[in-house]
Antibody, heavy 121, light 108 residues
Framework: EVQLVQSGAEVKKPGESLKISCKGS????????IGWVRQMPGKGLEWMGI????????RYSPSFQGQVTISADKSISTAYLQWSSLKASDTAMYYC??????????????WGQGTLVTVSS | EIVMTQSPATLSVSPGERATLSCRASQSVSSNLAWYQQKPGQAPRLLIYGASTRATGIPARFSGSGSGTEFTLTISSLQSEDFAVYYCQQYNNWPIFTFGPGTKVDIK
């Protein structure tokens, strides 16, 4: 069974760093792209970027370029999303999703349960 | 960047009725269009990909159509579990796969 399990909720202060994770199982982790999606409170879905764990090829949506870092450790089938200096506006639910096909132009067929990040002083 | 729009923002439907949701892309996305369902407190669930192919386990009452810039999701007979927010997403313009703003389907 394909599963993506994300790390737990985080409460941080502005300026702090954070790394959240998404662990894949039940499939060949290195063969499928993983995407990250932001959902701010009461709002819609925003595409942040993608990574190919096989070779760590990473691409970002322009709105998130330079704001976050996406990475992966294929030895433990885990993708990451990290911030070096959080802002209150980073408060959101973050989802990881496996892209359906082995080609990059695919929708997300399996999703993690989400990680709620709250940034407040 | 391709901009996705959805209409209506909210659709009020009675159980058993048909619901028709629209999605438009600012430029052609071919058939690289997906629909997702999201219920409160849950992750999105893939319903339709390739504009018209149901994902695994999705009931036949969900159908998708369209290509290019105009797409439609139809729910033939709404069940209580179908009241949710529905998002379209284009995945043609790699690597920026934009979502529409969503359509909320609620009980009339």
């Amino acid at each position: 069974e394909v599963q993506l399990v994300q790390s737990g909720a985080e409460v941080k202060k502005p300026g702090e760093s954070l790394k959240i994770s998404c662990k894949g199982s039940g499939y060949s982790f290195t063969s499928y792209w993983i995407g990250w999606v932001r959902q701010m409170p009461g709002k819609g879905l925003e595409w942040m970027g993608i990574i190919y764990p096989g070779d760590s090829d990473t691409r970002y949506s322009p709105s998130f370029q330079g704001q976050v870092t996406i990475s992966a450790d294929k030895s433990i089938s885990t993708a990451y999303l990290q911030w070096s200096s959080l802002k209150a506006s980073d408060t959101a639910m973050y989802y990881c999703a496996r892209l359906q096909g082995i080609v990059a132009t695919s929708p997300g067929d399996y999703w993690g349960q989400g990680t709620l990040v709250t940034v407040s002083s | 960047e391709i901009v996705m729009t959805q209409s209506p923002a909210t659709l009020s439907v009675s159980p058993g009725e048909r619901a028709t949701l629209s999605c438009r892309a600012s430029q052609s996305v071919s058939s690289n269009l997906a629909w997702y369902q999201q219920k409160p407190g849950q992750a999105p669930r893939l319903l339709i990909y390739g504009a018209s192919t149901r994902a695994t386990g999705i009931p036949a009452r969900f159908s998708g159509s369209g290509s290019g810039t105009e797409f439609t999701l139809t729910i033939s007979s709404l069940q209580s579990e179908d009241f949710a927010v529905y998002y379209c997403q284009q995945y043609n313009n790699w690597p920026i796969f934009t979502f529409g703003p969503g359509t909320k389907v609620d009980i009339k």
